[in-house]
């Protein structure tokens, strides 16, 4: 189940959306449109301005937060980028956000050229074009080939082991973003053709290959990893070429979510569910999320797995609940990494003047949620008002079906 509900934060306050986290005065920072002006709320001495203004609700939490909760958000820009001739790589894993224990990203830039060098991994590799085109490459177990070109907002997913490789395209290459199923992932360290070839006797290699140990002379004595090379050819003819003997991979491992229509669209935005019902292949779910200015994804958990979030665009703030009466509200931009764990409830609100676009990853092929509303619209309206004291003609009004997004 998916579903967000009406955006009743700003409008409750008498404000438009975009202004729920405003800059007050000199002195400090509210997040909730609220005056802060009593003494205890002032910040004399040392400031970090920028660092507040991006994160209004950590520094002036709103009243329902309580508690002890661990930090649920790690910024790509906090992460150290590794720079070669091809391109960039920086990742977030459970080194740098330790809650986050299944999951784990990288964010990657390609020259027009570029080559993210042939390699493998233990986990499983699902990735998001965030800009550009590359063209990626996969050999299975079957000696079978895959070879397509990608570009802006298409997917991909390698399975665990599958050797591949990526590479920029012309005319300025590409970046993506790869989410692996395992927070303790390590960009820096995965099995490389020219690193394993470099550290395997030369005459192994001949007596494997039926060739002078001259031949491999010139095998890089270090790790390619990202590099800088010609653009491939033809599409047509590399795919003939790799295919030639065993064939093609009968299932693709990429997928166009621009010919996908959304799962749900309103007024207020939509959402793209992309599991292994509609992308068999794939061990990892995805939700692509558009709130429109002041959109709320609605109260809900997911019982299924953990989420891990990713925000591509805009501005939002969520708040996780972990029980015990703890809860803690954060503030989110494009770049940012928030993580909750399984079945701990929490909200996703656009507090910006543009659309929010984000995803919601899961260690899991089945997307599952329980929303609020739906749990209340399907109590009976007397066990239901005897908890909450709302009235029975509210609960009467919450909608019997999910809403996805509703209009701010």
């Known amino acids: 189940m998916f579903g967000l509900g009406p955006a009743v934060v700003a409008t409750a306050a008498g404000l438009s959306a975009g202004q729920t986290i405003v800059a007050r005065d000199a002195n400090h920072i509210d997040g909730q449109g609220g005056t802060r002006n009593a003494p205890n709320e002032t910040m004399p001495g040392p400031r970090n301005r920028p660092l ?6 950590s520094e002036f939490p709103p009243d329902t937060d ?25 990742q977030v894993t459970v080194r740098d956000l330790p809650i986050s224990k299944d999951i784990a990203g990288v964010e990657m830039r390609l020259v027009a050229g570029g080559i993210r060098e042939l390699h493998w991994h233990v986990e499983a590799e699902w990735a998001i074009m965030l800009y550009g085109t590359a063209r990626i490459t996969a050999v299975d177990q079957h000696a079978r080939s895959f070879v397509s070109d ?17 590479q920029g395209l012309g005319p300025d290459g590409c970046r993506f973003l790869l989410v692996f199923d395992d927070g303790s992932f390590d960009e820096f360290h995965t099995f490389l053709i020219t690193d394993w070839l470099t550290h395997t006797p030369k005459e192994v290699l001949a007596k494997n290959f039926a060739v002078p140990a001259s031949t491999f002379n010139r095998v890089p004595k270090r790790e390619m990893f990202i590099f ?4 491939p050819g033809d599409l047509a003819m590399e795919q003939k ?6 064939g093609t991979i009968p299932q693709s491992y990429d997928f166009r979510t621009s010919e996908m229509k959304p799962t749900k669209v309103t007024r207020g935005g939509e959402v793209k569910i992309i599991d292994s019902k509609n992308f068999p292949v794939t061990p990892i779910t995805a939700a692509i999320v558009t709130l429109k200015p002041g959109g709320l994804r609605e109260l809900h958990w997911h019982p299924n797995a953990d989420e891990w979030q990713y925000y591509i665009k805009g501005k939002g703030r969520m708040t996780i609940f972990i029980a015990g009466s703890d809860a803690r509200t954060m503030d989110f931009q494009e770049g940012d ?46 066990l239901m008002d005897q908890h909450l004291k709302v009235g029975i003609d509210m609960l ?13």
């Open 150 to 166: 990608v570009g802006e907002g298409d997917l991909w997913l390698f399975p665990k082991g599958v050797p591949h490789s990526i």
């Open 241 to 246: 070429q790799a295919a030639e003997g065993t």
């Open 396 to 408: 009467d009004a919450v909608p019997k079906q999910e809403t996805v997004i509703t209009p701010a």
């Open 52 to 57: 507040e203004q991006e994160n209004p609700d």
């Open 66 to 90: 309580n508690g002890s909760v661990r930090p649920f958000k790690y910024s790509f820009s906090l992460s150290r980028k590794r720079i070669e001739s091809g391109g960039w790589t920086r």
């Open 337 to 382: 990494v928030g993580y909750i764990l399984q079945s701990q409830p929490h909200y996703v609100e656009n507090t910006g003047d543009t659309d929010l676009v984000f995803l919601e990853m899961f260690k899991n092929p089945h997307y599952e949620d329980i929303s609020l509303a739906e749990w209340m619209a399907h109590t009976p309206r007397q």
């Open 228 to 231: 800088k090379a010609d653009l």
